[in-house]
């Protein structure tokens, strides 16, 4: 593991860390972006936001957030920076995905600017990536784009979402269709957070690590599939530590390819048919759980165009579904025509024609086209489809 800088924190902490955190400190590191933004990594570190806020100068703090998360964690956060900043404002937003759409944005737009919002205002989004979306695209839109500072209280925004600085509304046919990046001033990941998040929340965000380790990493995929028997909420030593470990393995990815415009592409393996599958059911599963599905059916397209051995096939349904758990059966209402549909509005196409990120092998992506995408014929890709869901319908 390479280098961090440690920042102090006065917060105690009787947990255990390994080499890289101690106790009451945080470590310091790069999204590594063209616009990179500092991420603050640990455990109980609020006061680390609080001395960075210090040091920025703004008018006004709107402190966003959705109620559940409000009510466990973020009352007390926002009364401490309400404390040391009076002119700080709370604003409660919907949960989950439901933010992701145009109604609620203009909403927010519309709320900030009665509220007198300007330039030289800052916006603090605490909560899920929902919440970190919404956050995100009000702050690049609002004036041609204002500052904002971004705290997941989630495993997957911790360990994915705010890594690329991506912020996106969904339209009527697709996930993510309007947005834009923008960064915020720092991102706070604090682990604390992390306690009482559900396991299949945790769990749908351990998937995108799993998935960093099926396209570049083979070692990394290894060490998951070794030592992965589902983290414990309880186990916070665990939680910071393959929280860490994810990161990490992202920005491996993101320092070859910061605008995921080439070889970041990779990162999207599993999510053409996860993002087609999570958007037909209309927010009843979980991103992560529509990834999973994504990439099960990713690897078996990857061996029906000889890439991918079977036995490597059996590995991705071996740690998805034992490691992990995901054993649920393929969504009964959906079609392998109703997925087809979904994924030729794929936000991410560059034609009508339906192009993958694929398999050579675990650890390594396909990439006969030169942009890491691979076109696949329809009927070939409907041949896969067929065959996933009357196999895992039941």
């Known amino acids: 593991m390479q280098n961090y800088a440690y920042i102090e924190s006065n917060l105690e902490s009787n947990i255990y860390f390994n080499n890289n955190l101690v106790p009451g400190k945080g470590i310091e590191f790069s999204t590594e972006l063209d616009i990179p933004s500092p991420y603050y990594f640990g455990y109980k570190i609020e006061n680390i936001l609080l001395k960075n806020l210090e040091k920025i100068e703004f008018d006004k703090l709107f402190f966003l957030t959705e109620e559940s998360v409000f009510n466990i964690y973020g009352e007390s956060l926002y009364k401490k920076i309400k404390n040391k900043f009076p002119n700080t404002f709370l604003n409660i937003l919907l949960s989950g995905e439901q933010n992701k759409y145009f109604k609620n944005l203009e909403e927010l737009c519309e709320q900030l600017i009665e509220q007198n919002i300007s330039k030289k205002s800052v916006l603090i989004g605490f909560g899920g990536g929902g919440v970190g979306n919404l956050v995100g695209l009000t702050a690049g839109l609002i004036y041609r784009g204002i500052r904002f500072i971004e705290i997941p209280t989630t495993f997957t925004g911790q360990t ?57 990493n083979e070692n990394f995929f290894t060490y998951l599939y070794e030592n992965l028997a589902f983290y414990n909420a309880e186990n916070a030593f665990k939680n910071n530590d393959l929280a860490l470990k994810i990161i990490q393995s992202k920005l491996e990815i993101l320092r070859k390819d ?137």
């Open 160 to 216: 994915d979402s705010t890594l690329s600085n991506k912020q996106a509304v969904n339209g009527k046919r697709g996930k993510n269709h309007f947005g834009l990046y923008h960064s915020p001033i720092f991102i706070i990941g604090d682990t604390y957070y992390l306690h009482t998040e559900p396991k299949n929340a945790r769990r749908a965000g351990i998937i995108e690590g799993i998935k960093n380790g099926l396209i570049s």
């Open 258 to 394: 910061p605008s995921e415009k080439h070889y970041g592409i990779i990162l999207e393996y599993g999510h053409t048919f996860g993002h087609a599958l999570e958007w037909l059911m209309k927010g009843k599963i979980l991103h992560g759980d529509a990834v999973s599905f994504g990439m099960r059916i990713a690897a078996e397209l990857s061996n029906e165009i000889g890439l991918l051995s079977k036995e490597e096939v059996i590995l991705h349904y071996d740690i998805i579904e034992n490691k992990l758990g995901y054993k649920d059966p393929f969504p009964a209402e959906i079609t392998s025509d109703m997925l087809l549909e979904a994924m030729i509005n794929d936000n991410k196409k560059t034609g009508r024609e339906l192009r993958f990120v694929l398999l050579e092998k675990i650890g390594k992506c396909y990439n006969p086209e030169g942009d890491y995408l691979v076109t696949i014929d329809l009927n070939i890709v409907k041949k896969v489809l067929d065959n996933y869901i009357l196999k895992n319908r039941i």
